[in-house]
């Protein structure tokens, strides 16, 4: 993932200590770099109306993650609402506690950022308060998933999928809604035939296929004892996807896997899936543009691939799940532990699948569900355990945050949709700024 970029602007008012204010600010900005931000703006102090105005010209056209407005000092309202009016960057309003000491009120920072928190909540702009030393790991936290939520409010914005074919009868869980889509999220839905893609995959160069077994023979046992054409035929689905999404710009898939890919292609969808999302082209299976549009989001906010699954078993006693899918995980998720496997799928006996467990590991579950008619964000964190494959295909046993049987209930009780999706690292206080960012609803798991 490529570094959090944070617009730094930090304000002060002459009368108050100026070369500390100074100090503080460099102090900040050093914070920045050394957490791993890339910074844009030199740190020094704005003072005046005009100053404002000149930060906010020289940050316009960056492409931010965040703007921090840093109160050196005590400073009115007016500097805040020039650089938040010209930036649509996601805002944070930070100031460094001061201790009494009997003598002058150097900063009076905290008043500061009240008087810009209350200009800007007048005005209907969000922001995050942060009072807080400049190297303090809590604070910086925050803003990191305050930036990590900003990109992926970016990465989302204009982004288009393509959803190739149409979801399967008694699928209402993967109904998509574009309009409602694009006013959300400013995602745009790209309508694709199945049977245009079929035909791409036919006329794919044998040679570019073969390019594609050879790295998969690094990775894969089992590969050479596969119907090989058939095999062939779910890495030519990858490569004619792979290359559809770049000549349209799309930045996801909810591809129809069933049953047309076994009866008109001849091979399995999930292969193809899986590739495509260790490419981060992510890649939902069902025609399932929720769920895809959910893979893009945990994909911007974690800078890793997402997997959607199916919930398919729960151990009360144990206090463990097991998600699981035919065979479309990211080969990156795979347990180092086991030697992934090519194969075939349970039902139809076509390949190409992934076959593994997931690695262990946190992770962190999301979905945009429409469940209650209205989108929501659905979110949830566990913990991915060490074992050994549930079930063919590729799958995990999850040990969530909450007790297996409220989490059962919750998904259950609120009729939520089948596919959640997952990625790795802990993720939910981004999650959260996003959800307050595009202002959706939080249910959590």
């Given at each position: 993932?490529?570094?959090?970029?944070?617009?730094?602007?930090?304000?002060?008012?002459?009368?108050?200590?100026?070369?500390?204010?100074?100090?503080?600010?460099?102090?900040?900005?050093?914070?920045?770099?050394?957490?791993?931000?890339?910074?844009?703006?030199?740190?020094?102090?704005?003072?005046?109306?005009?100053?404002?105005?000149?930060?906010?010209?020289?940050?316009?056209?960056?492409?931010?993650?965040?703007?921090?407005?840093?109160?050196?000092?005590?400073?009115?309202?007016?500097?805040?609402?020039?650089?938040?009016?010209?930036?649509?960057?996601?805002?944070?309003?930070?100031?460094?506690?001061?201790?009494?000491?009997?003598?002058?009120?150097?900063?009076?920072?905290?008043?500061?950022?009240?008087?810009?928190?209350?200009?800007?909540?007048?005005?209907?702009?969000?922001?995050?308060?942060?009072?807080?030393?400049?190297?303090?790991?809590?604070?910086?936290?925050?803003?990191?998933?305050?930036?990590?939520?900003?990109?992926?409010?970016?990465?989302?914005?204009?982004?288009?999928?393509?959803?190739?074919?149409?979801?399967?009868?008694?699928?209402?869980?993967?109904?998509?809604?574009?309009?409602?889509?694009?006013?959300?999220?400013?995602?745009?839905?790209?309508?694709?035939?199945?049977?245009?893609?079929?035909a791409q995959a036919r006329a794919i160069d044998?040679?570019?296929?073969?390019?594609?077994?050879?790295?998969?023979?690094?990775?894969?046992?089992?590969?050479?004892?596969?119907?090989?054409?058939?095999?062939?035929?779910?890495?030519?689905?990858?490569?004619?996807?792979?290359?559809?999404?770049?000549?349209?710009?799309?930045?996801?898939?909810?591809?129809?896997?069933?049953?047309?890919?076994?009866?008109?292609?001849?091979?399995?969808?999930?292969?193809?899936?899986?590739?495509?999302?260790?490419?981060?082209?992510?890649?939902?299976?069902?025609?399932?543009?929720?769920?895809?549009?959910?893979?893009?989001?945990?994909?911007?906010?974690?800078?890793?691939?997402?997997?959607?699954?199916?919930?398919?078993?729960?151990?009360?006693?144990?206090d463990t799940t097991v998600v699981w899918h035919?065979?479309?995980?990211?080969?990156?998720?795979?347990?180092?532990?086991?030697?992934?496997?090519?194969?075939?799928?349970?039902?139809?006996?076509?390949?190409?699948?992934?076959?593994?467990?997931?690695?262990?590991?946190?992770?962190?579950?999301?979905?945009?569900?429409?469940?209650?008619?209205?989108?929501?964000?659905?979110?949830?964190?566990?913990?991915?355990?060490?074992?050994?494959?549930?079930?063919?295909?590729?799958?995990?046993?999850?040990?969530?945050d909450r007790p297996a049987r409220a989490v059962?209930?919750?998904?259950?009780?609120?009729?939520?949709?089948?596919?959640?999706?997952?990625?790795?690292?802990?993720?939910?206080?981004?999650?959260?700024?996003?959800?307050?960012?595009?202002?959706?609803?939080?249910?959590?798991?």
């Open positions: 993932m490529d570094a959090l970029t944070i617009g730094f602007a930090p304000v002060a008012r002459t009368t108050f200590d100026i070369p500390h204010a100074a100090e503080l600010s460099r102090q900040m900005r050093a914070a920045l770099v050394a957490a791993g931000f890339a910074v844009i703006g030199d740190g020094a102090l704005i003072t005046s109306l005009d100053e404002a105005r000149a930060a906010a010209e020289a940050l316009d056209g960056e492409p931010l993650d965040a703007l921090l407005i840093f109160q050196a000092t005590f400073a009115d309202s007016t500097l805040s609402a020039t650089l938040a009016a010209e930036n649509g960057a996601p805002l944070a309003l930070w100031a460094v506690p001061e201790a009494p000491t009997g003598g002058r009120l150097r900063s009076n920072a905290l008043c500061g950022i009240m008087l810009g928190g209350h200009a800007l909540r007048r005005s209907d702009r969000a922001y995050e308060a942060i009072y807080a030393e400049p190297d303090d790991p809590v604070a910086l936290s925050r803003l990191d998933a305050l930036a990590r939520a900003g990109r992926a409010r970016h990465v989302l914005s204009g982004a288009r999928i393509g959803r190739v074919g149409a979801h399967p009868d008694g699928f209402e869980t993967c109904i998509p809604h574009a309009e409602a889509l694009r006013q959300t999220f400013g995602v745009r839905l790209m309508q694709l035939d199945l049977d245009t893609l079929f044998p040679a570019a296929v073969e390019t594609v077994a050879g790295d998969l023979r690094n990775q894969l046992t089992n590969l050479g004892a596969l119907d090989t054409p058939a095999a062939r035929g779910t890495l030519a689905a990858y490569v004619a996807l792979r290359d559809l999404a770049a000549q349209m710009g799309l930045a996801g898939l909810a591809v129809r896997c069933w049953p047309q890919f076994f009866t008109e292609l001849g091979c399995a969808a999930c292969g193809a899936l899986s590739l495509l999302s260790d490419q981060r082209i992510p890649a939902s299976c069902e025609a399932d543009v929720n769920g895809a549009v959910t893979l893009l989001l945990l994909q911007a906010i974690s800078g890793g691939p997402a997997f959607d699954a199916d919930v398919v078993s729960v151990d009360f006693e144990a035919c065979g479309k995980a990211p080969l990156s998720m795979a347990d180092p532990a086991f030697a992934p496997q090519a194969a075939v799928h349970s039902n139809r006996l076509k390949p190409l699948l992934m076959e593994f467990p997931l690695k262990p590991g946190r992770v962190t579950l999301a979905r945009i569900s429409e469940a209650g008619g209205d989108f929501r964000l659905v979110i949830g964190a566990g913990k991915m355990l060490a074992a050994p494959p549930s079930f063919g295909g590729t799958s995990g046993v999850l040990r969530f059962l209930d919750t998904l259950l009780g609120e009729g939520l949709e089948h596919h959640l999706a997952l990625t790795y690292g802990d993720r939910l206080d981004a999650l959260l700024a996003f959800a307050r960012l595009v202002d959706l609803p939080v249910l959590r798991l």
